[in-house]
């Protein structure tokens, strides 16, 4: 056996999974509906990609400084003046391969065998499996629609340790979309700092709330707390530049130059051609980000109605992302064309196999009783594939 012990312990990204199953039944002609992965079906806007291509023209193609050039650091900290009144240096400032790259950096940077870091679930697929590959034990904290999956102070403290390093916090998030108020983000930084436990801030879906709520990052609440801070954050959802590959990290300068040190041994700078892109989706014109927020918002609340109408879903209104997270604990141990489902994961099955729809189960994010769907997808698609679903589960 050639594999290492790191790599056995952990697990491909399910939703990946899910999404790889959906696109081969696709492949062999079969009509399938994908609510699995978080991608934008918009395309990333003209101005980019003009800008793109003109840098292609120009032969913006070789190596560029490992942590990103100097003129996307600028629109960088510019971004988080303007929209977060946060104020960050250059060497405060690392650009990766995308926000999963950014993540994985950090965690391979402030982690040692043994220590903790506190996740709370529903998580992101790949926050547990990127903690043991940096040696590290994910400590869990389990939330349910009741308490619209979010965690407080109290909770936190119930599970520190002399081993806990950190504590993961995405908001809006992915699976749940559940978003804190500036209020709750309060008590939890307290909590963290007076513990003097490092806060992960996972900002990806910063752009996408709805119902007039308000993003703040917990970075803001004060200078202390944002000195605890590592935020996380890209151009992929907001912008619709998935496949350009660019996240970035902003911190304490000594965690962004060891994060550098690390990307300077593995992927050095994120292509040079997606620089540029991502350098003009921050400076340039930004009227794609509420024509598609808008339309996200619109999806968002005919599929929540939709689903609640489904006799055992129970769905809430996500405040932010493109994904809701129905509690489907009422279409369990119950048998659906002669085919006994029990589980989330085995429902999952079943509405690939009879509806032709890809969903993610629950238990992908540690939440066992529900499915994940995104509404990044056309309102075609939500329509046609809530039918199906609805369908294939009177069908019993």
Request: charged share 25%; net charge neutral; hydrophobic share 40%.
């Amino acid at each position: 056996m050639y594999l290492s012990k790191r790599v056995q312990a952990i697990k491909p990204s399910p939703t990946l999974v899910i999404d790889a199953k959906a696109k081969a039944l696709k492949a062999k002609g079969i009509d399938i509906i994908s609510f699995g992965t978080g991608e934008p079906d918009f395309d990333t806007p003209q101005n980019i990609k003009d800008v793109a291509i003109d840098a292609i023209n120009k032969g913006f193609t070789k190596y560029c400084p490992v942590s990103g050039t100097l003129d996307l650091k600028n629109a960088i900290i510019n971004k988080f003046k303007e929209d977060n009144n946060l104020e960050y240096t250059k060497e405060e400032i690392i650009v990766s391969c995308g926000a999963k790259h950014s993540l994985y950096n950090v965690f391979q940077t402030i982690f040692d065998d043994g220590d903790e870091v506190i996740i709370p679930a529903p998580y992101w697929v790949s926050y547990p499996d990127m903690a043991v590959l940096a040696g590290a034990k994910p400590v869990f904290i389990n939330t349910t629609d009741k308490n619209h999956f979010k965690v407080v102070a109290s909770d936190i403290e119930k599970v520190i340790t002399k081993k806990t390093k950190a504590f993961i916090l995405n908001s809006p998030s992915n699976p749940t979309g559940n978003t804190y108020t500036k209020e709750e983000l309060t008590e939890i930084a307290n909590v963290c700092v007076k513990n003097n436990l490092l806060i992960i801030s996972d900002e990806i879906y910063e752009k996408l709330v709805y119902d007039n709520f308000k993003f703040f990052s917990i970075a803001q609440v004060s200078k202390e707390v944002k000195e605890h801070t590592i935020v996380i954050n890209g151009v992929s959802k907001a912008f619709a530049m998935t496949g350009w590959r660019i996240g970035y990290t902003a911190g304490p300068k000594e965690i962004i130059s060891a994060m550098t040190k690390i990307q300077s041994q593995s992927t050095s700078n994120p292509t040079s051609i997606s620089l540029k892109a991502a350098t003009e989706a921050l400076n340039g014109n930004k009227d794609c980000l509420e024509i598609m927020r808008k339309e996200f918002e619109r999806r968002r609340n005919y599929i929540v109605e939709r689903l609640n109408k489904i006799n055992g879903i129970n769905c809430l209104k996500p405040e932010g992302a493109f994904y809701v997270f129905p509690n489907i604990s009422g279409l369990l141990r119950k048998e659906y064309n002669g085919k006994l489902v029990n589980t989330d994961m085995e429902l999952a099955d079943y509405l690939l196999d009879e509806a032709k729809i890809a969903v993610v189960p629950g238990s992908a994010f540690g939440a066992e009783g529900y499915i994940r769907l995104s509404y990044a997808t056309s309102m075609e698609n939500i329509v046609d594939g809530i039918d199906r679903l609805e369908q294939s589960i009177i069908k019993k």
